[in-house]
């Protein structure tokens, strides 16, 4: 019996696993097949992909993109402020989705003359600006807000070098604050390190110009501030090809009833290195945490093997036991003597109260299952480039769209199980009501920080761009799956269902809902929440997150973690003859994302974030509250499925006349 029992379990995982591989490949074939029918995005990091190479002298454009605070996270347009703009009409860098929606403005930078190989310590950007007493005041406020300037060059961002750490800061600060004064970064040092490229070698005469093809592998800059005096003879004499940044008086923001005269200039500097092009991003990543990441995946599998032993005492003992039992009773009298989840058996599959609201959220569920595995094998796949952020977005976008198939799918299996007919309003209700629950918070958000003037603010056609996605492919992919799901034979429960209720006997404390519901979400949380650490710090305090191996094993952990702690927490609901399992199976994994919320809350609290602004608080609770609410769905269903199978396995195991 025992073998018969374990080989049943390693059947349905092999199905399992085989209908899931299957699922992702249809779903990255839908989505690749999209992404090349338009082109390949520029920035998207394919393994093997072809890097820039520039001869000398060729001009290298930079890019400016939207400036941002950790302390705001409410991201400006550059030109927002009164900076210098370029000389000619360069076209701005092209965003994708994602980076719209995340707030990215790609523009043209004014510092235009970055040619390969040619240094010079000043050279001016544009005339001398006089910034009125309301455009002073907004640059002392962004200083005070510790906005951090963002810039591009070969789709590298720049950074700012810590020379005791040898560590890199993405962005450097608009300026900084002394006292009660605010001094202004006027002037840039940027220093660029090339590799020539290895197969090339000069051709010409002795002092010929080398023509070798270079590499940009890290572009830095060194922010100043300085007064420069603004008669044109003075400031060309100090101005020049060999100038020395320090020294200088720094240009300190005057009072705001008075006009400020500032001069923007720049300089370049370029050195030859040894390092390769693909290792280009490792300074960028300030690679020095994997110890934590390995504890988080060594607790994490601690937590499940305690699970799965305590899983494997109660399927291998205690549930093969009364399997045994009960069928080796053949009286009726004698099981009347019995107790235990044999006797809820004509009970345990009535369809549950709201059926058609628990079937449109396990089928989301699918598809956000789904969408986060597809993701994140994508990502170690090298297929999420750190020189493009929006690409992540973009991608979680297309496999929640083109994996709606599956959602409809399931959610018909459920209805027609238990309703035995197709419900069409179900299916609607399956492909809007997650989707426009977190439409409808992102629209509200969205107003406020329209109200701020920020460049996050999703323009509206962007906004059109993701209804159209989700009325015109995700909707008619949900009735799709609907229309498969329905068209096959409903789900046939093992026992029949009476139409008398069985009286539930009253319930020990810890055995009540709302016990354990809240106790079975504490260690899906636990396996994850050293991970989520780090998924915070990416999110609120502008790093790049690069360990995607890290975050797929933990995931699958969490999986596990979540399959098991609802089939044991069921198993015991059952044997206390309480036969209402359907939707507490699904809120006994999904608590968890209570405890995602609840840990954002203390990490806003305690960490170095000083929003002060009531948009940019709004953005952190808006956003992690919705991210909680999808977490708590996904593991929801994760838990609804084990719970499902379990229930389905071990009452066909039992004789029941």
């Not at 040898?166 to 002037?187: M, W």
């Not at 991608?395 to 399931?410: A, C, D, E």
């Not at 209720?501 to 929440?529: D, H, K, N, S, Y």
Request: charged share 15%; with cysteine; aromatic share 16%.
């Amino acid at each position: 019996l025992k073998l018969q029992f374990l080989y049943l379990i390693g059947k349905h995982l092999y199905i399992t696993m085989r209908g899931l591989a299957v699922a992702l490949s249809l779903a990255v074939c839908l989505a690749l097949g999209v992404l090349y029918r338009g082109g390949v995005p520029r920035g998207l990091f394919l393994p093997g992909a072809k890097p820039n190479e520039y001869m000398p002298k060729d001009n290298i454009r930079i890019f400016v993109n939207s400036m941002s605070s950790v302390n705001t996270h409410l991201p400006f347009d550059y030109y927002s402020l009164p900076f210098c703009e370029p000389k000619e009409h360069v076209e701005h860098g092209k965003e994708n989705l994602g980076e719209i929606l995340m707030g990215a403005r790609i523009r043209a930078s004014p510092y235009e003359d970055v040619f390969v190989g040619h240094e010079f310590g000043c050279k001016r950007v544009c005339p001398p600006k006089t910034l009125k007493h309301t455009e002073t005041a907004k640059f002392e406020r962004f200083i005070e807000e510790e906005y951090v300037m963002q810039m591009q060059l070969d789709g590298l961002p720049v950074a700012v070098k810590n020379p005791t750490t040898e560590t890199f800061t993405i962005g450097f600060p608009l300026g900084v604050k002394d006292a009660n004064q605010y001094y202004l970064h006027n002037h840039l040092a940027f220093h660029i390190k090339y590799v020539k490229v290895a197969g090339y070698e000069d051709e010409g005469t002795a002092g010929a110009v080398d023509r070798t093809p270079v590499r940009i592998v890290e572009f830095s800059v060194k922010p100043h501030s300085i007064k420069f005096p603004l008669d044109e003879k003075e400031f060309d004499t100090i101005c020049g090809p060999k100038f020395d940044p320090t020294g200088f008086e720094h240009l300190g923001l005057q009072s705001p009833e008075t006009d400020q005269h500032v001069v923007w200039t720049y300089g370049v500097e370029w050195e030859e290195t040894s390092a390769k092009w693909g290792d280009r991003w490792e300074v960028y990543m300030n690679i020095s945490d994997t110890e934590i990441h390995w504890f988080s995946i060594i607790n994490s599998v601690m937590i499940a093997f305690f699970l799965s032993g305590i899983l494997a005492a109660v399927m291998l003992r205690t549930l093969l036991r009364d399997i045994a039992t009960y069928n080796a009773i053949e009286d009726a009298d004698d099981l009347s003597d019995e107790t235990g989840w044999k006797l809820v058996h004509s009970d345990v599959f009535r369809p549950p109260s709201h059926r058609g609201l628990l079937a449109s959220l396990v089928g989301t569920g699918v598809q956000l299952l789904g969408m986060c595995f597809a993701v994140l094998i994508l990502a170690c796949l090298g297929f999420v480039s750190p020189a493009n952020n929006g690409m992540l977005f973009t991608w979680i976008l297309l496999f929640f769209v083109f994996l709606g198939i599956y959602g409809g799918f399931t959610s018909a299996r459920l209805i027609k199980m238990w309703d035995g007919e197709p419900s069409w309003g179900n299916t609607f209700q399956t492909a809007t009501i997650v989707p426009g629950t977190v439409f409808c918070a992102f629209f509200i958000i969205n107003l406020f920080v329209w109200r701020e003037e920020s460049s996050g603010a999703v323009p509206f056609t962007a906004m059109l761009a993701v209804i159209a996605l989700w009325f015109f492919f995700s909707v008619p992919q949900v009735f799709l799956g609907a229309v498969l799901g329905y068209k096959r034979e409903a789900i046939k429960p093992p026992v029949r269902v009476k139409q008398i209720t069985r009286f539930i006997p009253e319930q020990r404390w810890f055995l009540q809902p709302w016990f354990t519901i809240m106790a079975g979400g504490v260690l899906p949380f636990g396996a994850v929440f050293i991970e989520l650490f780090f998924i915070l710090t990416s999110i609120w305090m502008h790093r790049h997150y690069y360990v995607f191996g890290f975050l797929l094993l933990v995931f699958v952990i969490l999986c596990i973690t979540c399959a098991e702690i609802t089939i044991v927490m069921c198993y015991f609901q059952l044997c206390a003859e309480d036969y209402h399992w359907w939707w507490r199976s699904f809120f006994t994994s999904g608590s968890s994302g209570i405890y995602v919320f609840l840990y954002s809350a203390f990490y806003f609290f305690t960490s170095s974030i000083k929003m002060t602004r009531f948009a940019g608080r709004l953005l952190f609770f808006g956003y992690m509250g919705v991210i909680s609410y999808l977490f708590c769905i996904m593991t929801g269903t994760i838990g609804f499925m084990a719970c499902f199978w379990f229930v389905r396995k071990i009452y066909s195991s039992i004789k029941v006349d």
